[in-house]
């Protein structure tokens, strides 16, 4: 597959605008409120937190995306999740909504919502409407809006995630873009963060829903920062069908084509998140192979990243692999110690430190050294299947409680 | 039921006494090694960690409690635990046992072994056996030895876990006493911990383990420090007759008693533990009212106690209640958020601050100075049923970090 990854982000397909705002909803200085648009209706897929507390903005969305689209515009704020806002959020989704129709004709049962930040607190909806309609007159296709726009989104993310990439189908030239938040409160399940990918690819919407559910399992769901699932975990993609490539309606080359930079994006984005994670120092990446099936790959690799006491031991560069292992026994998955090699690996070496049952006499100095890199894989080799997984999460540090302590003030 | 808390510890009981050695197995200037004998043979209960990797000392004491018995005595070192370390981890474990038969005559297959520390790391067993000759000669059925045998078994502990109750059973005087460590790698899922109860108690021994594997699940199962289940959790129960009470062989209302006597020993060291969880500033409660089910009210409430955010907030006396609730909305149980209630309750007073969906305006200061005390209880009015289940749990903190940044140095 020829694909080009190339400068942008939501705005780098053909027909999508944004822009953003500074609506004063909890941050001072800064955007807190931004806007994705797309010139036509645009055919919708959506994967969204398993957390049965929902928040408001979750469940307008995921009607839409469950009513079968169509969807043209997207508002994001940061600063307050609306979660556990009871119907006085819900209303204020609506009305968020119809601010945009008001500003720009697009009928507000098109426009998705979404927030994040403290939950158990009511949006202003007041800001929020008047901050729709200061981005309805500033709406740009640049890339620097696109990029304001991955920054208004951001909490206490430190750096902005977004991408793009181009690729052919039907003999069209097609651009798929994103960006995402996350840094606390990620911990696999749906998708856990905001995420939103926009592209002109004319696809049908449940093959392309089917590649979203399909991509995300090995991309969003394979991220952890804390462990506390959001109630506001939003993915969402729109496709215009404005690259002119013939629609696709089949699991055609196009599809597998389509389904592989979605691959490619989702992946970027996740990545970034784990290694943007709340007062991380570094990508913590566990990678299981040769298990017995996938979901315990999935599972292994989830729970080695996943483990307090392993993030902990990741922060301070100790070789302590017994974590590791611990981590994978009260997984669920089945396997046996005996069958089992832990290595480190980073762009420093590779370093083996047990052996099927045996812990390995190994060089501590060297362990540091490779540990001591920006990236450290885990890897697990089960030897007793064929099928492998990766997960991504990051240190646990003080900064983490530092910045958990006292989010709310 | 007429139940005394006493003084003392697993020399309580008549028949039992303890010793301790420093055996250098890894800690310098402290004592590391602990063992308890029993006059005679005793029968013996258990649980054990559900980590599929267990320790070599977990198979070896599972071994003797599912063969049915008799234990005469247990040895426990603290600094290594013996875990991941194939058939050599076992072959020490079997050492261990045969010297106790070497110095005491008490058969190698009646002798329990625990070991807590580090994983990955083979125990240095010709200190085991020199120890093991050592206590053999300094074995004493005082308080003082029961104390000192609770010290040597800790690790990060900060404060060393006993307690002893009397009661009456037969018409005789019952005494049951116990030891707990743990402080990191704690979290429900059987024991998590290592305990050591004994009682001159005469009970059937099936009784026993059906009284023990329940009081389980609503003390020591609902303790979590850190989510990471241990590979070395262990609780052992001996008792030796020697009361001289009529033996109870069904559920009579000694075995009643009995089995309150238990509840009330194994929720002391329960809360113990989690008060003391590394790091910790503070007890942390979780209470579930009203719920559906019982293990609906055990999962939401652990939920709570086990959320990283969750556990910050009450570090930083942070009321972000919504935090409670999205735990609660991962954890697995099915509830309606519109049905809850929330309150933070301590001694110094209780404070409502969500009503069934809305979340309610409440003074800062008073919610701030509610979580400043020593034990704070989160309440969950689920209004949808009878059922009601506590956790307990400790603030995630700074100090949580480093101790686990660098444990094994």
């Known amino acids: 597959m020829k694909m080009t990854e190339i400068k942008g982000g939501v705005t780098s397909a053909k027909g999508f605008k944004a822009a953003v705002a500074a609506a004063g909803i909890k941050y001072k200085g800064r955007t807190d409120m931004a806007m994705v648009i797309s010139e036509r209706p645009c055919e919708c897929a959506g994967t969204f937190t398993s957390n049965i507390v929902k928040a408001a903005c979750v469940q307008w969305d995921q009607k839409i995306v469950k009513d079968g689209g169509p969807m043209q515009a997207v508002v994001v704020n940061s600063g307050i999740a609306n979660a556990c ?174 389904k592989e930079a979605l691959f490619y994006v989702c992946r970027f984005l996740a990545r970034r998140m784990a290694s943007d994670g709340e007062g991380a120092t570094k990508l913590f ?31 301070g560069c100790d070789a302590n692999f017994g974590r590791f292992l611990c981590a994978m026994g009260y997984s669920g998955a089945i396997f046996d110690q005996n069958d089992v090699e832990l290595y480190f690996k980073s762009s420093e070496g590779k370093l083996k430190v047990f052996d099927k049952g045996v812990p390995l006499t190994f060089d501590e100095d060297e362990a540091v050294r490779i540990m001591k890199a920006p990236e450290v894989t885990v890897i697990a080799d089960m030897n007793e299947g064929g099928e492998e997984a990766t997960a991504w999460g990051c240190d646990l540090t003080y900064d983490y409680v530092k910045i958990n302590a006292d989010y709310r003030s």
């Open 85 to 258: 806002t009871g119907k006085e959020g819900f209303d204020a989704c609506e009305a968020t909504a119809k601010a945009v129709e008001d500003a720009l004709g697009i009928p507000f049962g098109t426009v998705g919502v979404a927030s994040t930040g403290v939950i158990g607190m009511q949006l202003p909806v007041e800001k929020l409407k008047a901050g729709v309609k200061m981005m309805s007159g500033s709406l740009s296709d640049s890339g620097e809006a696109g990029t304001e726009a991955s920054k208004a989104i951001m909490t206490t993310d430190t750096v902005n995630k977004e991408i793009a990439v181009t690729f052919e189908a039907g003999e069209k030239t097609v651009t798929l873009g994103g960006m995402s938040k996350g840094s606390g409160m990620i911990h696999p399940n749906m998708c856990t963060m905001l995420g939103f990918l926009t592209t002109d690819i004319s696809i049908d919407k449940s093959l392309m829903q089917e590649a979203l559910s399909e991509v995300v399992k090995d991309t969003f769901n394979m991220i952890t920062v804390d462990g506390d699932t959001s109630t506001n975990d939003t993915l969402l993609l729109m496709a215009n069908g404005l690259a002119g490539n013939e629609k696709i309606t089949s699991k055609n080359a196009d599809y597998e084509t389509f």
């Open 285 to 315: 990446e566990a990678k299981v192979i040769n298990a017995k099936t996938k979901e315990d790959a999935r599972t292994l690799s989830r729970a080695i990243v996943g483990s307090n006491l392993s993030k902990a031991a990741i922060f």
